[in-house]
């Protein structure tokens, strides 16, 4: 079962609202109880003056006329029982009902005494007061109780209670209702993001508007456009590694396959070695093709995650120059390496970091003549760690050396064998790892001078230069 956003908001506005209600319902019927009895208690003390003023002694003796005025500011549709007790000093029945239920306390001095009871089977309300008398026989104060019934007291404390708890559920009534219209207004934004979503071409990467959305949720809209980004990315940078595949094996594999069928149609065995030899050749030529092709799509921004480490670049160098060193002396070439005690720490992916040396090593060794020297140097200078491969070779024309970090970009005219991929994958590599690279002509020409700069792993000292 789906959750609906606008059902619960609307829930979590309206419980609270529910719950003042409800603590409002109770503190209405308290204040109604409270307002019946004070009119009710303003009744019985009117009635019981009145009646009290009537106390007076005559030949010799106590008496109380009771006045029909304070009987009748009782009346009422709810025929309330109006009953009365007058006691003289000496606690004498003078008038009234000898059954009205007496105060738990006499009243102090002249002040009133409210109080509720029983009287017979109904719930009273009855106020006590004491009325001096003045009397040559008995002086003293004279007990005056006027009760009623409470049933009028209890038809309005319900009338008051429900009219305003009635005033109440309207309210909440237009509450809920205003917010409702003001949900539905607010979160317009979303429900047309959630349609533009649903109704979206599913192989449309077109990034979304965050300005028609509130600013609570442009957070998720750039995530989401971010997210949207990086598919357009892998898919360019997918798309991009099967032309550069196809571009590069298209041509070997039609040599393969001619190499094939002429080895097929040979008898004689020397002719078929020298085929099979060809074959195996274009087999290697096309296994480096396929590395540096993926080694190319994974040091690509947007490419598989880098997984870093703290690496000892330094360290690196040299292992890559040993396995070098074979080719250097094939072709009596001078490769030498210079590099501090010192380790020069970076956080980088050995992989990666590898091939950065060895295509520059490499790149140097194919293109300078036999005889020649190579010098790779090491060393650090503000918190980067720089790296300088020279050769002797022919150098590289100003104007090219923009051009050869381009893929498949090969200078012309070329004798040597390669795929023009070694600089760009250097390139892609450097950036990888938030550096730099220049190509300059060594001093004095010809040759060609490879300057790499990459920044030094932090809370390290730094080796000096």
Do not use: C
Request: charged letters at 25%.
């Amino acid at each position: 079962m789906s959750r609906s956003l606008r059902a619960e908001l609307l829930a979590w506005l309206l419980l609270p609202l529910a719950a003042i209600v409800a603590f409002n319902g109770w503190t209405l019927r308290r204040d109604a109880t409270r307002t019946a009895d004070l009119i009710t208690d303003r009744t019985l003390l009117a009635s019981a003056r009145v009646i009290a003023e009537q106390v007076k002694e005559s030949d010799g003796r106590v008496e109380s006329l009771i006045p029909p005025s304070a009987l009748e500011m009782f009346a009422s549709p709810d025929r309330e029982k109006v009953i009365y007790r007058v006691l003289s000093p000496s606690g004498e029945l003078i008038a009234g009902f000898p059954d009205v239920v007496e105060p738990p306390a006499p009243p102090q001095g002249l002040e009133p005494a409210y109080y509720e009871g029983q009287f017979r089977t109904e719930p009273v309300r009855a106020v006590a007061l004491a009325q001096p008398v003045i009397s040559k026989v008995e002086g003293g104060n004279a007990l005056v109780i006027v009760a009623t019934t409470l049933h009028g007291r209890d038809r309005l404390v319900n009338e008051i209670w429900q009219s305003s708890l009635r005033d109440q559920l309207v309210l909440v009534g237009i509450a809920a209702l205003l917010a409702l219209l003001g949900l539905r207004r607010g979160l317009a934004p979303l429900l047309r993001l959630r349609d533009e979503l649903r109704n979206r071409d599913p192989e449309s990467l077109t990034a979304l508007d965050r300005n028609r959305v509130q600013g609570e949720l442009r957070p998720v809209i750039d995530a989401l456009n971010h997210a949207l980004e990086r598919v357009r990315v892998y898919i360019l940078l997918q798309r991009r590694f099967v032309a550069d595949a196809s571009h590069q094996l298209r041509t070997p594999l039609a040599v393969l396959k001619t190499q094939v069928a002429m080895a097929r149609r040979d008898d004689d065995p020397q002719l078929r070695h020298e085929a099979l030899s060809a074959i195996e050749r274009g087999v290697d030529n096309m296994g480096r093709v396929v590395n540096q092709l993926l080694t190319l799509a994974r040091a690509e921004p947007g490419g598989a995650a880098l997984r870093k480490e703290r690496l000892d670049f330094g360290a690196i160098a040299r292992d890559v120059l040993v396995g070098l060193g074979a080719i250097a002396f094939d072709k009596d070439i001078d490769l030498s390496f210079e590099a501090p005690d010192a380790a020069l720490p970076i956080n980088g992916h050995v992989t990666l970091l590898r091939e950065l040396v060895t295509n520059l090593v490499d790149n140097a060794l194919r293109h300078i003549p036999e005889g020649g020297s190579v010098a790779v140097r090491l060393a650090s200078s503000k918190a980067a760690i720089l790296l300088v491969v020279e050769d002797n070779g022919p150098g590289i024309p100003e104007a090219d050396r923009e051009r050869v970090f381009e893929r498949f970009h090969r200078l012309a005219p070329s004798t040597v064998e390669g795929t023009g991929l070694g600089l760009a994958i250097v390139k892609e590599i450097v950036a990888a790892h938030d550096g730099t690279i220049a190509l300059t002509e060594t001093q004095p020409p010809p040759g060609l001078r490879v300057e790499v700069r990459l920044p030094m792993a932090e809370d390290q000292p730094s080796p000096s230069v």
